[in-house]
T-cell receptor, first 112, second 117 residues
Framework: SQKIEQNSEALNIQEGKTATLTCNYT??????LQWYRQDPGRGPVFLLL?????KEKRKERLKVTFDTTLKQSLFHITASQPADSATYLC???????????FGTGTRLKVLA | DAGVIQSPRHEVTEMGQEVTLRCKPI?????LFWYRQTMMRGLELLIY????????DSGMPEDRFSAKMPNASFSTLKIQPSEPRDSAVYFC???????????????FGEGSWLTVV
């Protein structure tokens, strides 16, 4: 079945380190992939979009890569801070559907 | 812009009762989505509309669920009768036109937390 998987349920890292989150998908050939952040009790909030012809995208301390051969996206937070603690979701839109499919999410905790 | 507005934020109801969740999308957005989020299943798409017309309702779990969008600024998700397994957070989201970065982004409301006892 078509699915999007994200690594581990929870990821704990020390403040200042780089957090790396993984998003793997099967049976899709998306034109782009998105990453969202979700805080407890809140709705997901868009962070970054990367297109299939972009290998890497950066925004401040965030970096996203997109490997269409591996069907994988990596999401990096450099110099992580406790305020980065949240659940991070990847999402893609199967071409021609307008249906955004979300991954299972990775809960990140940055320890002070 | 006020963003996507959902009501109620929290609802506790008894099994068998009708539940109506409401959503006001961002003005000018022509796509509206209803999602359900649970710990077990994550964020699931239930149904989406384009220009007030339901396009894909394949995610609606069963006939007890129905959704309407009578105009561009209002949508409802109704559960009748409700069951304990319907307990979840229900999110409404909207998306604008076009294919720029904003056109591909969906904006979520804060969710409606439903508990059916």
């Amino acid at each position: 079945s078509q699915k999007i998987e994200q690594n581990s349920e929870a990821l704990n890292i020390q403040e200042g380190k780089t957090a790396t989150l993984t998003c793997n998908y099967t049976n899709y050939s998306p034109a782009y992939l998105q990453w969202y952040r979700q805080d407890p009790g809140r709705g997901p909030v868009f962070l970054l979009l990367i297109r299939e012809n972009e290998k890497e995208k950066r925004k401040e301390r965030l970096k996203v890569t997109f490997d269409t051969t591996l069907k994988q996206s990596l999401f990096h937070i450099t110099a992580s801070q406790p305020a980065d603690s949240a659940t991070y979701l990847c999402a893609l839109e199967p071409p021609g559907t307008y249906k955004y499919i979300f991954g299972t999410g990775t809960r990140l905790k940055v320890l002070a | 812009d006020a963003g996507v507005i959902q009501s109620p934020r929290h609802e506790v109801t008894e099994m068998g009762q009708e539940v109506t969740l409401r959503c006001k999308p961002i003005s000018g957005h022509d796509y509206l989505f209803w999602y359900r989020q649970t710990m077990m299943r994550g964020l699931e798409l239930l149904i989406y509309f384009n220009n007030n017309v339901p396009i894909d309702d394949s995610g609606m779990p069963e006939d007890r669920f129905s959704a309407k969008m009578p105009n561009a600024s209002f949508s409802t998700l109704k559960i009748q009768p409700s069951e304990p397994r319907d307990s979840a957070v229900y999110f409404c989201a909207s998306r604008g036109k076009g294919w720029g970065a904003d056109g591909n982004t969906i904006y979520f409301g804060e969710g409606s937390w439903l508990t059916v006892v």
